[in-house]
């Protein structure tokens, strides 16, 4: 018979649900000033700041999926959206032929300056206004070694994607 896993203890458990419970708020929180805001769910808010914050203003599809960790079809559509929405603009990528670039336009870095205001006060009154500025520097302190230790598993876009390969009967094998 095997064996149970060991089960969390209750500061474990405690510290687990209040993380879950004040991340599931504040998306919640960000994801309606967004939509308010600017018309733009999480993830494309996502999209866009990542843009933004880079020098050259792009970055390859691939490496924005890892980043926000988000699947590479969904983060496709999403990135649909924005192209046609006229925030970003896709093209092929100028060192591999089957990557994709996306980079933020004007329009993009307008919305974002029109929902940065906003953002930055939802995350300061529910995330920190309650904390001091060493407890902002202690949890800071907690949750990137956690982050760390979580982005340590090879991205997504490093696994081997399967191709379906056509057998001599008309069926199909998988094969890596």
Not at 104 to 130: K, N, Y
Request: aromatic letters at 4%; proline letters at 8%; a positive charge.
């Amino acid at each position: 018979m095997p064996e149970s896993p060991p089960s969390l203890d209750p500061a474990q458990l405690g510290a687990y649900f209040a993380l879950i419970e004040v991340t599931s708020l504040l998306r919640h929180a960000v994801e309606q000033q967004l939509r308010e805001a600017g018309d733009l769910s999480y993830v494309q808010f996502q999209l866009l700041a990542t843009l933004g914050d880079s020098p050259t203003g792009s970055h390859r599809m691939t490496d924005l999926a890892d980043g926000v960790v988000y699947s590479r079809s969904a983060l496709t559509y999403q990135a649909g959206l924005l192209e046609k929405a006229g925030l970003v603009r896709r093209t092929p990528a100028p060192d591999d032929e089957r990557g994709t670039t996306v980079t933020i336009t004007d329009a993009g870095r307008e919305r974002l300056a029109r929902v940065f205001p906003g953002h930055i006060e939802i995350v300061s009154h529910l995330l920190f206004e309650p904390l001091s500025r060493a407890d902002v520097k202690a949890l800071a302190g907690l949750l990137g070694p956690v982050r760390d230790h979580m982005r340590a598993t090879p991205p997504r876009s490093a696994a081997r994607r399967r191709r379906k390969r056509a057998q001599p009967d008309g069926g199909s094998n998988s094969m890596p």
